[in-house]
């Protein structure tokens, strides 16, 4: 008799932000935004995901605040690897994982907090690079504008790879602490003495080797270089994907990538973001997604959309069908997010009002609305399909939202045996089922 294959386990990521992914939560009643700035708000959510069992909690970042966005709700607040440092003593087991810019940081800098992060939290820290988005972030650094695509995705690549040299050069074998010796027996320590095109950083880092040796890496770029980028070193992928056959053919270019350049496909875990709105009934929980849709000023969607598009969308009739848009090729901004809003323009046909409702909650986001039941189905159809190894959940409302979804949804798919009951680790690698990364040989 053949036996069947055991069902892949699902990863569960929370993607942490503001008072919620919809850009009217904070206008909804009772919302949190009173208590951005309120450390045991950050540290609850922690809690609350950790208690769902997810594998990490995640923060964005950004490096500037423009005045549209600072009317339009809460951007940018306390600082991401301040808020993790915090998190990681206030839960014991979930995984803590900041953005950093490979354009705006130091990878000396970098790799300095994310090993003491790692120390912190005994081997739970991962890293987000990313290249930024906007020239209003270059001023705010001494630029008078981001260096052209090619140039960002270059430097974050000589970015990853002085960080990974850093976190190798103090192996914690060295430490001694000899009362009648040495401190550190200074011959195993491994200074990079790198030189490249964007850095020169001689170390060896001043923090010893973290427990996961290196931190967990995320990425989340979906331009060509992007990809590149992703496929050379990423474990872990942050993705834009409005729909399953989009996801699934992203998944399956970066899995081909990395193919081709002598990885294990299989250690590369691609996670869609994820807007739930669950409730008992699919009927309910379109009322709830409508209530948010209704608080949103028409104004504000538009600004998005224009950002989104790299055009002003300000005059555009709201009940006419979207104008066309420049193909992907021709378009110089964020390629990720322009592509999942042709994408949806191109699937579904939306008029401008209808578009804007569709990226209130996520900007565009892979969307399920309805019961835990018919969440689950969702969520494992992907997964089972190949378009997802699991998903970064972008909740609608926070907490209320990510509360109902580990309340709620969690539960049906630990019952289906698609997710841990328990954590079987401590470290975010032994969470994601990610290899062992092994300390570097000395010298």
Same mark, same amino acid.
């Given at each position: 008799m053949r036996i069947a294959a055991p069902r892949r386990q699902v990863r569960l990521n929370l993607f942490a932000h503001a008072?919620?992914?919809? @850009? #009217?939560?904070?206008?909804?009643?009772? $919302?949190?935004?009173?208590?951005?700035?309120?450390?045991?708000?950050?540290?609850?959510? +922690?809690?609350? /995901?950790?208690?769902? !069992?997810?594998?990490?909690?995640?923060? @964005?970042?950004?490096? $500037?605040?423009?005045? /549209?966005? /600072?009317?339009?709700?809460?951007?940018?607040?306390?600082?991401?690897?301040?808020?993790?440092?915090?998190? #990681? !003593?206030?839960?014991?087991?979930?995984?803590?994982?900041?953005?950093v810019s490979s354009t705006f940081w130091d990878p000396f800098h970098a790799a300095r907090l994310l090993a003491s992060l790692d120390h912190i939290s005994h081997g739970r820290a991962?890293?987000?690079?990313?290249? $930024?988005?906007?020239?209003?972030? @270059?001023r705010n650094h001494g630029m008078p504008a981001l260096p052209?695509?090619?140039? %960002?995705? +270059?430097?974050?690549?000589?970015f990853i790879e002085v960080l990974q040299g850093l976190w190798d050069s103090w192996p914690a074998q060295s430490i001694l602490a000899d009362p009648e010796g040495v401190y550190v027996d200074s011959s195993l320590l491994r200074p990079p003495q790198h030189r490249g095109q964007s850095f020169?950083?001689?170390g060896p880092l001043n923090v010893p080797t973290p427990p996961q040796v290196r931190p967990v890496l995320f990425q989340a770029g979906a331009s060509e270089p992007g990809r590149d980028l992703a496929a050379r070193h990423a474990e872990g992928i942050y993705?834009?994907?409005?729909?399953?056959?989009?996801?699934?053919?992203? !998944?399956?270019?970066?899995?081909?990538? @990395?193919?081709?350049?002598?990885?294990?496909?299989?250690?590369?875990?691609?996670?869609?973001?994820?807007?739930?709105?669950?409730?008992?009934?699919? #009927?309910?929980?379109?009322?709830?997604?409508?209530?948010?849709?209704?608080?949103?000023?028409?104004?504000?969607?538009?600004?998005?959309?224009?950002?989104?598009?790299?055009?002003?969308?300000?005059?555009?009739?709201?009940? #006419? $069908?979207?104008?066309?848009?420049?193909?992907?090729?021709?378009?110089?901004?964020?390629?990720?997010?322009?592509?999942?809003?042709? %994408?949806?323009?191109?699937?579904?046909?939306?008029?401008?009002?209808?578009?804007?409702?569709?990226?209130a909650a996520g900007g565009g986001h892979a969307t399920v609305i309805g019961t835990p039941e018919s969440v689950a189905d969702e969520i494992e159809r992907w997964v089972d399909a190949g378009a997802a190894d699991g998903f970064n959940l972008m909740p609608p409302t926070l907490p209320g939202g990510i509360t109902d979804f580990v309340d709620q949804v969690v539960p049906v798919l630990q019952r289906r045996g698609r997710f841990r009951r328990e954590y079987e680790g401590t470290t975010l690698r032994e969470h994601l089922r990610l290899p062992e990364v092994r300390p570097a040989t000395s010298p």
């Open positions: 008072c919620g992914h919809h @850009a #009217a939560a904070w206008r909804a009643p009772g $919302s949190s935004v009173s208590r951005l700035g309120d450390i045991t708000y950050w540290e609850g959510l +922690a809690r609350i /995901a950790e208690r769902g !069992r997810l594998d990490a909690i995640f923060l @964005a970042d950004g490096q $500037s605040i423009a005045p /549209a966005g /600072a009317e339009r709700g809460p951007t940018w607040f306390l600082e991401p690897i301040t808020v993790l440092t915090a998190m #990681a !003593r206030a839960t014991a087991r979930i995984g803590l994982v900041t953005t991962g890293i987000n690079v990313v290249t $930024s988005m906007t020239d209003a972030e @270059a052209d695509h090619a140039k %960002r995705y +270059a430097t974050a690549g000589e020169e950083v001689a993705a834009v994907a409005w729909d399953l056959e989009s996801a699934r053919a992203y !998944r399956s270019d970066i899995r081909a990538r @990395a193919a081709a350049l002598g990885r294990d496909p299989e250690t590369i875990a691609v996670m869609p973001g994820l807007v739930v709105h669950v409730a008992s009934t699919e #009927a309910e929980a379109r009322r709830i997604r409508a209530d948010l849709d209704s608080r949103l000023p028409v104004a504000d969607s538009l600004r998005q959309l224009s950002f989104f598009i790299g055009q002003d969308a300000s005059g555009w009739e709201l009940d #006419a $069908s979207v104008p066309p848009l420049p193909p992907l090729e021709e378009f110089t901004g964020p390629k990720g997010r322009y592509a999942t809003v042709l %994408r949806i323009v191109d699937s579904v046909r939306p008029t401008v009002r209808e578009l804007l409702g569709l990226l």
